[in-house]
């Protein structure tokens, strides 16, 4: 038996059920909560209302961050000592109003925060607060100038601001025009002018203040020229057309600049580069010596350019470029170092996302990580501790923890300590961090984590219902196996049902099927899903990190380029011939799911591989690569320059349809539209082919986000693998 096999049969003593001892020793246990589909779906959710946005005061000795102890979905303000484990609740229990958005002033002595449809300021030491704006609308992108005078947001469309101490708002920017459309439906619906963020932004900035607060970056983003596209709506009182701007592969993508504007004169000029309809702003920002970096990728991913100005001398300057023609979706950032003379880049210049230093001007960057492993986003640059921290793929790519490294590069030092995904928010200082962490036991909590030798996390919030406690949660195994000829070993991670009867043959299920999947992390709705299934159904969960993933170097993940649907099915193929060599799998009863890529790696299992899934549900699966989205350019580039790409739709293949295979799809979704399903089913329909197709009238393309659409569309997904594979073992 293989050693990866054998491995999984040791397990079965244990069963893979993980249970906290304390909960297994205490006397008087509650009863296990059973998995439902509907216990899944239905709020409020068994792992309560995570932790989210914890910003440290400027000295330093605070955190502020928004929660609610109640399970509740409505977040309130909350604070917690650098040195203390116990969180305070900073708005009184009376306030019960979502919070929504915050921000300290620069001295440290109050914040600003955004309540239901109100604007206020709190003073810490007083606990006094004050409105200072009612009927904000949809303010979002909430901050103060570093000279603390003056609270700035976006409204309508526009950046505005306002004294600190209230007043009307001012209209900074005049530029917003109206979206085509009248339903707020969708990724692409927008306004077709504004500042703020691309349909596809990434984490990039709507507008960043320089630190003399005399003139701000704004994203300007114009969508005019991109094409229209429509969808008919059902639930009125009459069918009406949701059009909006959609762009696909080779069309007419939105434009994209950044504007500065001063703030005396209240003129706002642009910023001019090339290629504004076909770049994306990875990000700008100013150094605390005035200078702005725009960091920009085209949306084909092959060239990447970081520019600089003054507002002294604004004509863009190049500063450093790179072009390679086989990327993918890029996973890039960029900082400015703490003494604001250099950069700090996350690039994939060799075989691995590192970071580097680049000096303006200089034509070779310095790396500053090494090793066999992935930098996952922007490096945190502090000036008092000459360090940079970042998140990194190692010691495990199924893993993401927090290292430290110098400003000059050397050795890294790993911060985090326990297994699973970590999200850094560093203290001014650098001498603290403040952790979202999660595991595929535990959903996301805040840590606080002292940077010392030995120190460990010291978790601060407890978000999960005591019903939480009784569910007997499974935690998987990570595995390598053999991926068919290639020498570079497969991840794959299994679920298997409590109290396996390793006599017995059980059903498996591959899903939901995506990249970057393999990853030890809370999964939220779909991880509830798959623990539903093992814990309740008897289904063996697998997935697997197929090409495209990161964490496994260049070759692996630029294997993507223009092959969706070709060598992913192999790395799949790869992980079912794995999964039958243990002698408690039936091998007649394997099934897939997944969801708009998920979706489509189902669909051309079943129709490229048949034979290989009994069933599969593919739920927005994007089958017609002439809709793709206009971020879809990095992966299938455009029909112009491609043309051969453009013929790999699902259509051609639709007679070979022989398994059984479920259509989910929402007919409001603009991602991956309706139409390229209907037409998939019309096809299935003129070869004769037997499918089943269930849709969700206003879901987009996250079907799940409703919770009643999630709870039928789930129960039919569910369903559908019972009936053609049969739950449990046989």
């Not at 509740?72 to 305070?88: F, K, M, T």
């Not at 790179?322 to 996350?346: C, H, M, P």
Request: charged residues 20%.
């Amino acid at each position: 038996m293989h050693s990866f096999a054998r491995t999984l049969v040791a397990c079965l003593a244990a069963c893979l059920t993980a249970v906290a001892p304390s909960l297994l020793a205490a006397q008087g246990t509650p009863a296990r909560t059973p998995l439902t589909i509907e216990r899944i779906t239905a709020g409020p959710s068994l792992a309560g209302a995570a932790p989210a946005s914890p910003l440290w005061s400027p000295d330093s000795k605070v955190v502020a961050f928004l929660w609610s102890d109640a399970a509740h979905p409505a977040r309130s303000l909350w604070l917690v000592d650098r040195g203390g484990a116990a969180p305070r609740r900073l708005l009184p229990a009376t306030s019960t109003g979502r919070v929504g958005e915050f921000v300290w002033t620069p001295d440290g002595s109050a914040i600003v925060f955004v309540q239901q449809d109100s604007l206020w300021r709190i003073t810490l030491t007083t606990g006094v607060r004050s409105a200072l704006l009612a009927s904000i609308g949809d303010l979002s992108e909430l901050a103060v100038s570093p000279d603390g005078s003056t609270v700035s947001f976006l409204r309508d469309g526009d950046l505005w601001l306002m004294p600190i101490t209230g007043q009307t708002p001012l209209r900074a920017t005049n530029v917003a025009v109206a979206p085509i459309g009248t339903m707020a439906l969708g990724t692409y619906y927008g306004r077709d002018v504004e500042i703020g963020g691309a349909t596809w932004s990434g984490p990039s900035p709507a507008y960043a203040w320089s630190a003399d607060s005399r003139t701000i970056a704004v994203h300007y983003v114009d969508r005019r020229g991109v094409p229209r596209f429509s969808m008919p709506y059902y639930l009125g009182d009459t069918v009406q057309m949701n059009t909006l701007r959609r762009g696909a592969p080779g069309q007419a993508n939105e434009v994209r600049k950044v504007g500065l504007y001063d703030v005396a004169t209240r003129a706002l000029g642009m910023v001019e580069l090339p290629d504004s309809s076909r770049t994306r702003i990875v990000n700008f920002a100013w150094s605390t010596t005035g200078t702005l970096m725009i960091d920009r990728e085209s949306d084909d991913a092959i060239d990447r350019t970081i520019h600089v100005l003054t507002v002294a001398t604004p004509t863009p300057r190049l500063a450093w470029q790179d072009r390679r023609e086989t990327r993918v979706y890029n996973d890039i950032a960029s900082a400015w170092s703490a003494d604001g003379q250099s950069i700090v880049l996350t690039g994939d210049l060799d075989d691995r996302y590192r970071l580097y230093r680049v000096v303006p001007g200089d034509a070779a960057p310095v790396a500053l990580t090494s090793g066999p492993h992935d930098v996952a986003g922007a490096g945190i640059p502090r000036g008092a501790t000459q360090s940079i921290d970042y998140v990194s793929s190692a010691p495990r790519p199924s893993e993401r923890h927090v290292f430290r490294v110098g400003v000059r590069g050397g050795v890294s030092r790993q911060l985090t300590t326990m297994p699973g995904t970590h999200a850094p928010f560093v203290s001014p200082d650098g001498r603290s961090i403040a952790l979202l962490s999660s595991s595929d036991l535990l959903p996301t909590e805040l840590y606080l984590l002292d940077v010392r030798a030995g120190a460990v996390e010291r978790r601060i919030t407890t978000s999960t219902t005591p019903a939480f406690a009784t569910v007997p949660w499974i935690a998987p195994q990570y595995l390598s196996i053999k991926n068919g000829t290639d020498t570079l070993p497969l991840r794959i991670r299994v679920f298997l049902p409590p109290n396996i009867d390793s006599t017995k043959h059980y059903p498996v299920l591959f899903g939901p099927a995506y990249s970057n999947t393999v990853r030890n992390r809370w999964g939220g709705l779909n991880g509830m899903l798959q623990q539903y299934l093992a814990l309740e159904k008897g289904y063996i969960v697998v997935q697997v990190d197929v090409r495209g993933s990161t964490g496994y170097g260049r070759e692996f993940r630029e294997k993507f380029l223009m092959d969706w649907g070709g060598g992913d099915l192999d790395d799949l193929e790869s992980a079912v011939t794995y999964m039958k060599t243990l002698p408690f799998v039936d091998a007649s009863r394997f099934g897939i799911w997944g969801s708009s890529y998920g979706g489509t790696l189902t669909v051309y299992a079943l129709l490229k591989k048949p034979g290989l899934f009994q069933a599969g549900v593919a739920g927005a699966a994007a089958t017609d690569p002439y809709l793709f989205g206009s971020d879809d350019v990095a992966i299938v580039r455009r029909p112009q320059s491609h043309p051969t790409t453009f013929t790999r739709g699902a259509l051609p293949y639709a007679g070979n349809l022989r398994d059984h295979l479920l259509l989910i799809h929402g007919m409001q979704d603009d991602v991956v539209p309706f139409s390229s399903a209907v037409a998939l089913a019309e096809e299935f329909m003129k070869q004769g082919k037997d499918f089943d197709f269930a849709f969700a009238p206003a879901a987009t393309h996250g079907w799940t986000q409703r919770p009643y659409y999630a709870t039928y569309l789930l129960r039919k997904l569910v369903a559908h693998f019972d009936r053609y594979l049969g739950p449990g073992p046989r």
